[in-house]
DNA sequence: CGTTACCTTGAATCTCCTCAATACACGTGG
DNA sequence: CCACGTGTATTGAGGAGATTCAAGGTAACG
């Protein structure tokens, strides 16, 4: 509130030093794109940890993508009760439903400060008219999405406890490195048991037993906030686990 | 096999009397759309009712549309269990994942004889870089199967058996009255309930005595492959459901 | 008329849920 | 610095919902 004497960070990243454009699993811009996506952001919005993003039913009239920290994003049904639909780490877009269909699907909540590239999505349809390289890359996402949904949904449907607990950990891993969180096989994950358990589809005292279980077998350990995988090939055995991602990922 | 003297019907419908532009569920189409979705179309494949359309892991060389009849898309896993991830029907793109990924990361098979619109996919950067509306619905169509499959991982996770039985047969009740199959409130569903037990990742046990106490209220009516809805809005309630398409869907 | 696929029902079992209580970590204010 | 509140994690006990096993029953098809 009261000014400082010490200088604030620049407050928006320009497009050119974005640091997930380093990243591998992204794809390179043309020169065109660039100058583009850069004339298409219209700011930067920090999200506190806690505080929702997008709600369910609303018409945004932006579209994010993330830049660094962690989302969930949910469905609430009725008596309390919650459906994790997946987390959202940097590089994902969140609020697509809203400029494809009149309005969100889900909602969105930040589980760490979230720092948020935003697009105004009147703007989309010249994306679409005049970049289809980026077209291509929202189609792809959205693809994307809607694999990982299917995966989970296998998971939900037909795995056991055990084996979904396994699993989860494994794609979170998996997404997690690839967005350049992970150190080695060490990650800090911003997840609580009770949001682990929903997106499950398992009460949170029997997610505590099971992951209680998992811990024994000395195959991972995750103390606080920090996970680490100590024997990758057992859980993926356990989880019947395959990655999703096989290409390289887009960047908007 | 042998020749019949009756004349066969013509193997390919040109797109301009495409059944599909009639529904009102489909945005119209833009004249060079027309033409070049018809330029595009290499020709139609009926699969056979039980027969694979398309094969998890494979990499598909074609896109194709559902002209008429229904097909399932799911999953194996280990030990034979299946995870159905939905059901598709008229209107509905097959394959897409083929197109932008390596590879399908599900099954496709007729539940019914399926007569598929085939496009090469080759020429799918053609449509994304000269036709952005058709690039837009395509873009449009990923989105709307992952809202459509978080609709149903909500439903796995979070529902009774009970309620998801009911939300699932609105659910298709919905999506085949968009698609012109529907007579009032009865409808041909080819699906058994061993298919809804994998779509609900619930045994077919449970799912057959679910079903019979769903029927017992008089709610709904299904013998054999007909199924009444006699009480929609009672069912609504139980399934505490809400219909997913909101716009006018468009037409590739 | 026998084969096959699908549907139905009962019984025993087990996974997972709810209820309930306690423990632990962290931040806040006295 | 300690007491207290809040959110999260842990553990036990009992019960409900869903599973598996097993055995028929029914309709369609060649």
Chains 1, 2 share one sequence.
Not at 231 to 247: C, F, I, T
Request: charged letters at 25%.
């Amino acid at each position: 509130m009261a000014s400082r004497s010490e200088a604030r960070p620049p407050s928006v990243t320009p497009c050119e030093s974005c640091p997930l454009r380093q990243l591998s699993s992204f794809r390179p811009f043309e020169a065109e794109e660039l100058a583009f996506v850069k004339s298409l952001k219209s700011g930067e919005l920090v999200a506190e940890a806690g505080t929702t993003i997008l709600l369910d039913g609303s018409n945004s009239p932006h579209l994010f993508t993330v830049l660094s920290g962690w989302a969930v994003r949910y469905k609430l049904l009725a008596e309390g009760r919650r459906q994790v639909l997946n987390f959202s780490m940097p590089g994902d877009l969140l609020g697509l439903q809203a400029s494809l269909f009149k309005e969100m699907q889900h909602s969105v909540d930040a589980l760490t400060d979230v720092r948020l590239c935003v697009f105004p999505r009147q703007r989309i349809w010249e994306l679409f008219k005049n970049y289809p390289g980026l077209a291509f890359d929202m189609t792809w996402l959205a693809s994307r999405e809607e694999s990982i949904l299917a995966e989970h949904l296998a998971s939900v449907g037909q795995r056991s406890a055990y084996g979904r607990i396994a699993y989860m950990i494994l794609h979170l891993f998996d997404r997690a490195r690839r967005s350049g969180l992970a150190r080695g096989n060490k990650l800090t994950l911003p997840v609580t048991q009770q949001d682990l358990a929903d997106a499950m589809g398992l009460s949170i005292v029997h997610t505590n037993k099971t992951l209680k279980r998992l811990r024994a077998t000395g195959w991972i350990t995750w103390t606080r906030q920090d996970l680490t995988v100590r024997d990758e090939s057992r859980l993926r055995d356990l989880a019947e686990y395959e990655s999703v991602d096989k290409a390289p990922r887009p960047f908007i």
